[in-house]
């Protein structure tokens, strides 16, 4: 499975971004998807996910209220849509697509956002 995330920039603080993960991957809707972000000098961080069919979905304290993640499995796409964002949101951000053993990683889409 190949993921590819799209959708970052340089955003105002209180501006939005639609992050996009789309997988290659026809089984897509078989995999539980999330997001993690890793700003410079620090360590990779969880910032939400989805289960199976989008019914469950959680967030990172720092993003609840701001950040909502969906998902379209008639399109292989899962999004993370990022509202009222933040200078501290600034970061390389990653998809994850996890069913049983198997893990991928997509390449990361950097987001900026300036003060």
């Known amino acids: 499975v190949q993921l590819q995330a799209s959708g970052g920039g340089l955003v105002q603080a209180g501006g939005s971004l639609r992050l996009s993960c789309a997988a290659s991957?026809?089984?897509?809707?078989?995999?539980?998807v999330g997001w993690f972000r890793q700003a410079p000098g620090k360590e990779r961080e969880f910032v939400a996910a989805?289960?199976?069919?989008?019914?469950?979905?959680y967030y990172a304290d720092s993003v609840k209220g701001r950040f909502t993640i969906s998902r379209d499995d008639a399109k292989n796409t899962v999004y993370l849509q990022m509202s009222s964002l933040e200078p501290d949101d600034t970061a390389v951000y990653f998809c994850?697509?996890?069913?049983?053993?198997?893990?991928?990683w997509g390449q990361g889409t950097q987001v900026t956002v300036s003060s």
């Open positions: 994850k697509a996890e069913a049983g053993w198997h893990v991928y």
């Open positions: 991957a026809r089984t897509f809707s078989s995999f539980a």
């Open positions: 989805i289960g199976l069919n989008g019914d469950s979905t």
